[in-house]
């Protein structure tokens, strides 16, 4: 399982899910959040790891968004921006996919990353809260003790605290005691969703893993994904993942021109192989999803821009973003002629690739005004 190995595992992270609003629990921990009694906590269902099946063989395939098809959140791509909160939005999408799952798909609510991002820290400012990077761990304890409110992704207008981060920028990212979405009427501590849970963490810096201690650790994963939901790893990133097209097909290792940048958390939604039989991972990253190099749009339905781009242009000269809804594209057909089109932009409000005007002769969508001076 050549490329199950190639995902440098540092975390693994595993909780069951229960959840309950904020304004019936009675006991509160220390920081004055709220939390249920003992009594209360063990009278709710707890979804574990049947220990029954930890050595029996997962099937060769499995895909989380076929699994629980009414959780859409789990093909949701939300976008961290340029601050380094993978892991708290990634755990924000953990946490919304399993509540959903535990709820045996009857309810769907937004975990909020900007809260996941901006709270769990309490000795951080709110530069840091964007650019220190955390460990998703954190959060889920964080989420267990005092609980998460709801929020979408930025402008999203969904759930009481949405991201405030857009795609190509930083911000500082402030722990909110109120909800920031105006068109949300159920204040924040009503909203808040604590779960009860528990994590394991597998920490291997230093330590050369036996095959034996991988298939464990892949098995232990999967079973884990099968029964819960999606979870969060931290892998190796490499600048060369960063420019990685998913239509050239499975991300194996970093190349040897690649330069190591930092620790990444993903999410790992389910498992496949290829038609040669190589195993991979399916992945939920939080990285742009307009970007042309990733495979999915902001619905996470798999499309390729360059695919759609493709069908009209042999090449491409130059492709411009205009006020981030609108892409220019020029170039050329496979005659040899200059042609131009304008592509709608995937926002939170307009989620899918489309032509707004299709491709054909540049002069259909340039066009020279003669001014009149005085």
Known sequence: MDVLRNLHLLLYVVFGITFIECSIARRAPPGGAVMLADKEIEAHPKLRPNP?????????????????????????????GQCRTCWAVNAAGVLTDRICIASGQAINPIISAHQAASCTYTSQNADENCEAGGNAAHAYKHAMLYGLPTGGEFKSHLGCVPYIVDPFSVAPLTCSTKCTNREYSIPLEKDKIIIDGYWINHIKEEYIMSQRDIDAAVTQIQHDIMLNGPLTVTVDLYSDLATWNASQGIYKKPTASAEYQKGHIVTIIGWNRTEDGEPYWLVRNSWDPSNPNWMYNFDGDAFNIGTMVSGYFASV???????????????KNAD??????????????????????????????LRCEQQQHN
């Open 52 to 80: 029954k099946n930890s050595r029996a063989s997962a099937p060769l395939a499995f895909d989380s968004r076929e699994a629980w098809p009414n959780c859409t959140s789990i093909k949701r791509i939300r976008d961290q």
């Open 317 to 331: 000269n130059a492709m411009l973003n205009q006020d981030g809804t609108r892409m220019v594209v020029f170039g």
């Open 336 to 365: 040899g002629e200059s042609i131009a089109g304008i592509v709608n932009y995937p926002t939170a409000f307009a989620r899918k690739f489309t032509w707004l005007i299709p491709p054909g002769p540049t002069k259909h969508i």
